[in-house]
């Protein structure tokens, strides 16, 4: 994931002021807080992804940018392809049971 500044900040103040008494959130927030990384572009508007963050998504040469309102994500272009920009009849069969979603149609 990649996030404009503004709603990386909103982001870590959510995770912070979350109590890490809980083994999970301090897993979370270890994990969400402990990787995360300043992007800077060059001249051209690229970004370096670390070699670490492109390991661990399975990154390689072709890259699929999607954006999502407040975010980016980066694929891998085959993985984005195969599953990432599928969804099945039966995947909107369970959008109703997603909670905020009931009234959402297509």
């Keep these: 994931m990649l996030y404009p500044l ?9 995770l912070n002021n979350v109590k890490s008494l809980d083994v999970r959130t301090a897993k979370l927030q270890r994990f969400f807080l402990g990787n995360a990384t300043d992007c800077e572009m060059d001249g051209q508007g690229r970004i370096l992804i670390p070699e670490s963050h492109r390991n661990y998504a399975g990154l390689t040469k072709n890259l699929s940018l999607v954006g999502l309102v407040n975010r980016f994500e980066i694929w891998d272009r085959e993985q984005w392809d195969t599953e990432g920009g ?3 009849e039966g995947d909107i069969d369970n959008l109703a049971d997603i909670p905020g979603l009931e009234e959402f149609t297509f």
């Design 6 to 14: 503004n709603q990386w900040v909103i982001k870590e103040e959510t």
């Design 86 to 88: 599928v969804l099945n």
